[in-house]
């Protein structure tokens, strides 16, 4: 009788461990973070025409474009919503008005984890 207890006690112990790491798997991470993700957040730097009155920035890929959102004047992003596994063809412009100051082309790929492309100093 006394073995059947502790092996009742065991199986419990074993199946309520097994519910909290299933439980731990699914909410480790969003979904967002793993590469099937078509969502990609696009970072780049300039330093020609960076921080000048009315600069602007604008991108296009595939089926998607828009304007580009600055930080500290040199830093640009934007948000790809449609990134295919093999990547997007993206053209990047920027400049001031009346003037492009640069025109970048790049493939971006969807990150192995996380959400974010960092392309460095562009131009």
């Known amino acids: ?6 092996r009742t006690r ?7 461990l097994g519910i909290s790491l299933s439980a731990g798997l699914s909410s480790a991470a969003p979904a967002s973070a793993w590469s099937w993700d078509p969502h990609v957040r696009v970072w780049f730097n300039v330093s020609n025409c ?5 600069q602007w920035g604008w991108y296009s890929a ?8 600055w930080n500290d004047g040199y830093q640009g992003y934007f948000d790809l919503w449609k990134v295919s596994t093999s990547g997007s063809v993206t053209s990047i412009k ?3 008005p ?3 100051c640069g025109t970048r082309y790049f493939n971006i790929t969807r990150p192995g ?5 960092a392309l460095g100093w562009i131009g």
């Open 1 to 6: 009788m006394r073995q059947i207890s502790r």
């Open 10 to 16: 065991l199986l419990a112990v074993l199946a309520s």
């Open 50 to 54: 960076a921080g000048a009155s009315g």
């Open 62 to 69: 595939q089926g998607e474009s828009g304007w580009v959102r």
């Open 94 to 96: 920027w400049g001031t």
């Open 98 to 100: 009346g003037r492009t």
């Open 113 to 117: 984890w996380g959400t974010t492309r």
